[in-house]
C-alpha cells in the first residue's frame, strides 16, 4: 500500500524559510520521479516542483523558482522541499505524490504553509 507522510509545514513571516518532507512507503521510492503540489485556501492543486528518480533533474514552477529546491534521499526514501524567501503567495496546503506507472496517483494528508505577518 502506498503511503505518503507529509510534514515540517507551520507559520512563519514573510521572508522565512521552511522545509517540508515527504516520507514514502509501499512502493520503490528510488525507481520513480516525485513531485509537490499545493492547494491554496479556496483555489485548485498547483504545480510546484517535480524530481527525477535519480534527483538529477529538477523543474520548478515560475512561482517558486529560484526560492524553493526539491530533493530527495533515495536511502530513506524521503523526499524534500526547501522553501526560502517565503511570500503570503505560498500559503497553501502543500503535498507530495508519486509519478507511478499506473492511473491512480496517490496523496498524503498534506501539511499546511501559512506565510503570515
Known amino acids: 500500500e502506498v503511503q505518503l507522510v507529509e510534514s515540517g509545514g507551520g507559520l512563519v513571516q514573510p521572508g522565512g524559510s521552511l522545509k517540508l518532507s515527504c516520507a514514502a512507503s509501499g512502493f520503490t521510492f528510488s525507481k520513480y520521479p516525485m513531485r509537490w503540489l499545493r492547494q491554496p485556501p479556496g483555489k485548485g492543486l498547483e504545480y510546484v516542483s517535480d524530481?527525477?528518480?535519480?534527483?538529477?533533474?529538477?523543474q520548478y514552477s515560475d512561482a517558486v523558482k529560484g526560492r524553493f529546491t526539491i530533493s530527495r534521499d533515495n536511502d530513506k526514501n524521503t523526499l524534500y522541499l526547501q522553501m526560502n524567501n517565503l511570500k503570503p503567495e505560498d500559503t497553501a496546503v502543500y503535498y507530495c505524490?508519486?509519478?507511478?506507472?499506473?492511473?491512480?496517483?496517490?496523496w498524503g494528508p498534506g501539511t499546511q504553509v501559512a506565510v503570515s505577518s
Open positions: 524530481i527525477s528518480s535519480s534527483g538529477l533533474t529538477t
Open positions: 505524490t508519486p509519478d507511478l506507472d499506473e492511473p491512480t496517483r496517490y
